[in-house]
């Protein structure tokens, strides 16, 4: 009577897994294939011209005020203390 019960509680954690693989690899499925549509839409090709464009008008006005900054503190250095 034992070894059967172990069989069978064994055919059971074996089923249960494989079922939990399964629907892990269908997951993974619809994921990657979700993302890949995701990705050839229009939609988010705009989205991700618009994030190139804003990252470039940053940091531009990032290098234009590290510019005025080193000018600033290069030109402060060069200046006559009235002391």
């Known amino acids: ?16 897994q494989n079922k939990t693989d399964e629907w892990i690899d269908k997951a ?3 994921i990657d294939e979700t993302s890949e549509k995701i990705h050839e839409s229009k939609t988010y090709k705009k989205a991700d ?6 990252t470039k ?6 290098g234009r005020l ?7 503190f290069k ?3 060069n200046k006559k203390d009235p002391e």
């Not at 011209?49 to 804003?54: G, R």
């Not at 008008?57 to 990032?62: E, L």
């Open 1 to 16: 009577m034992k070894p059967d019960k172990n069989k069978e509680a064994e055919k059971k954690n074996e089923t249960i």
């Open 57 to 62: 008008s940053i940091f531009r006005k990032a």
């Open 66 to 72: 590290w510019g005025k900054s080193e000018r600033y």
């Open 75 to 77: 030109n402060k250095g």
């Open 49 to 54: 011209e618009a994030m190139e464009k804003a």
């Open 28 to 30: 993974d499925k619809f």
